[in-house]
């Protein structure tokens, strides 16, 4: 059986690790899905050196570990006189992972728009900017709500990697906990349910958002 007391005891320290990776996750999924499409944009467009840095920066963040990302931002750029702290450097971390899948996945959607609608748009006076913007980016984006869902899920599972960098976050707190009271499994049993009450809603409204432009189409 759980050992509930673990949870009444310690419930402060999960919750501030919870309030932690909620405010983590939230702002790396505004920031990934944003630099994400930007990217996506870059891969796409006639400018070749802006080409070849989208997809420099898609392949290069896409196949290297989260971890290393994170060790980078809060280790690394200390050499160069700039500190982050371990929320920031993780939130930073995570965004820029995430973003090169959000990206690959965009791209993808864009590409499967019929070049008609590019066509068209450009043929109105919409430059090239204002058609990405207005027309194709919309259409695209409704095609791949099921992996850029799939991607904010992993963010949010993927935020555990601010405990190994003082992150405060759920993870964090768990090690602590579990450090005091010398109870592994308990303890992370309960920080499990904690990220399937972030995860499952997510989940689910992905879903439904899916069903809804669906239906919309």
Do not use: C, H
């Amino acid at each position: 059986m759980l050992d509930f007391s673990i949870v009444v005891n310690y419930f402060d320290m999960f919750m501030d690790g919870f309030i932690v990776t909620i405010l983590a996750s939230i702002v790396a999924l505004i920031a990934s899905f944003i630099l994400g499409a930007i990217i996506a944009v870059m891969r796409i467009t006639p400018i070749a050196p802006l080409r070849w840095f989208g997809t420099i920066y898609t392949e290069f963040f896409r196949n290297i570990p989260l971890v290393i990302i994170a060790f980078f931002f809060y280790i690394g750029t200390p050499v160069l006189g700039i500190r982050f702290s371990g929320i920031t450097a993780g939130t930073i971390a995570l965004s820029i992972y995430t973003s090169s899948f959000i990206a690959e996945a965009i791209r993808s959607g864009i590409l499967s728009v019929p070049k008609g609608q590019m066509e068209a748009a450009r043929s109105s006076g919409l430059n090239y900017l204002q058609t990405m913007r207005l027309i194709i980016l919309p259409q695209a984006i409704k095609i791949v709500i099921p992996p850029i869902g799939n991607q904010f899920v992993n963010l949010v599972k993927n935020s555990s990697i601010l405990a190994l960098i003082a992150g405060a976050d759920l993870m964090y707190q768990a090690d602590l906990i579990s450090a005091r009271t010398y109870i592994v499994f308990d303890v992370y049993i309960f920080v499990a349910l904690f990220y399937l009450v972030l995860t499952v809603p997510l989940s689910m409204g992905v879903g439904y958002l899916e069903k809804r432009l669906t239906n919309s189409r």
